[in-house]
Each structure stands twice: as C-alpha cells, then as structure tokens.
T-cell receptor, first 114, second 114 residues
Framework: KQEVTQIPAALSVPEGENLVLNCSFT??????LQWFRQDPGKGLTSLLL?????REQTSGRLNASLDKSSGRSTLYIAASQPGDSATYLC?????????????FGKGTHLIIQP | DAGVTQSPTHLIKTRGQQVTLRCSPI?????VSWYQQVLGQGPQFIFQ???????GRGNFPDRFSARQFPNYSSELNVNALLLGDSALYLC?????????????FGPGTRLTVL
C-alpha cells in the first residue's frame, strides 16, 4: 500500500527566504506526482505535475523535483511571500492510474511572516 | 471558463441520516473523482467515474455510493451517517481516466454530522 509522508508538518519563515518542502513515498511504481496548495477551508489548487519520466517542473517561483528511484520529491519556493502561506500537499498516482486515485500526504502547513 | 463546481457548500446532518453531494466537472471533462478530507489529514480517494462507469473505488464502506450522469456531472451519496463522516468532500475532474490527465479540484462540500 502506497504511503506518502511530508516533512516538515509545519514551517514558519520570514518573508523573502527560499525554502524546501519534502515529500517521500514508499512505492516507486508511480505514474506521476503532483503538488497542490490548499488555503484554509478551501479546495485544492494544482501547482505542478511531474510525470514519472520527468525529473523536475518549474512554474514561476516554484520548482519541483522527482527522484522516483529513491521515492522522493521536493518543492522549492524562491523568495517567499506572505501570500504563499497555505498548506502544501504532495500526491502520487500509482500504477493503477486514475482508478486508484491519488494518494496524498498530510501536508506541510506553511506560514510566511511579513 | 468555470472550474469544478460543487453543491452545497456546507451541510449539517444528524447521525443516521442520508446525504447527497453534487459535482459538475469542467466542460469537456469526462472523469470525476471523489475524495474525503478529514481535518488535519490529506484527502482520501473514494471513487473514480469515467464515461458513467465506476472505474475505481477506495477503502470506504458500502454506505458510500456514487453515480455519473450523461452530462458527466456526479453525485456522491452517503447513507446511515456517522460522526466520523464529518469532513470536507472534494470532487476532482479530468479530461479522461489516463494517468497523464491532471485532476482539477472543486472547492469542496463541508459536511458536519451531529
């Protein structure tokens, strides 16, 4: 059974810092890995999708990497802003594809101090 | 273009009652998935429907059921509600059921069971 772990569970940093969020998964037989952002009480916003054949994806100040063999992904946020405050969720799609759904971690709760 | 829409936004029920949640996918999307997110946890996969057929089911009891209509909208039904069913229920749509299809999430329905 696939398990996804996110470290740290919570993080508070001053505005302007670069930071790294970590995600690990137990079964390397994945199709893709996705990073989401969730604001309090809201739905999920997709940030980056990395297919299993890719090593990284970039969007603006965000960069996500994937090392499938070691079961790890990182989300790098450059020049953090107070608007980046949210919970960041990592999710993998396993070998069963969409029929197995996404397996999520518990998230990293990020606070950017002005 | 409208994103994924869900109704109602909030719902309060008592134990033993039944509830129906609704989801309208992004126009052109043929796949809908349902997730349950308990406070402080990542979302858990409940169902995937594609072309009106159930394609996948997570580890949820038979009290949970769903269906997809010809216009690709979907309903999630939960019978005999328990206190533990209190959660944010998220709907996600994708173009198809392929592992390469990004899932786009709606804002969710907050269910409270008293």
């Amino acid at each position: 059974k696939q398990e996804v772990t996110q470290i740290p569970a919570a993080l508070s940093v001053p505005e302007g810092e670069n930071l790294v969020l970590n995600c690990s998964f137990t079964d390397s037989a994945i199709y893709n890995l996705q990073w989401f952002r969730q604001d309090p009480g809201k739905g999920l916003t997709s940030l980056l999708l990395i297919q299993s054949s890719q090593r990284e994806q970039t969007s603006g100040r965000l960069n996500a990497s994937l090392d499938k063999s070691s079961g790890r992904s990182t989300l790098y946020i450059a020049a953090s802003q107070p608007g980046d405050s949210a919970t960041y969720l990592c999710a993998v799609m396993g070998s069963g594809g969409g029929a197995d759904g996404l397996t999520f971690g518990k998230g990293t709760h990020l606070i950017i101090q002005p | 273009d409208a994103g994924v829409t869900q109704s109602p936004t909030h719902l309060i029920k008592t134990r033993g009652q039944q509830v129906t949640l609704r989801c309208s996918p992004i126009s052109g999307h043929k796949s809908v998935s349902w997730y349950q997110q308990v406070l402080g946890q990542g979302p858990q996969f409940i169902f995937q429907y594609y072309e009106k057929e159930e394609r996948g089911r997570g580890n949820f009891p038979d009290r949970f059921s769903a269906r997809q209509f010809p216009n690709y909208s979907s309903e999630l039904n939960v019978n005999a509600l328990l206190l533990g069913d209190s959660a944010l229920y998220l709907c996600a749509s994708s173009l198809g059921a392929s592992s390469t299809d990004t899932q786009y999430f709606g804002p969710g329905t907050r269910l409270t069971v008293l």
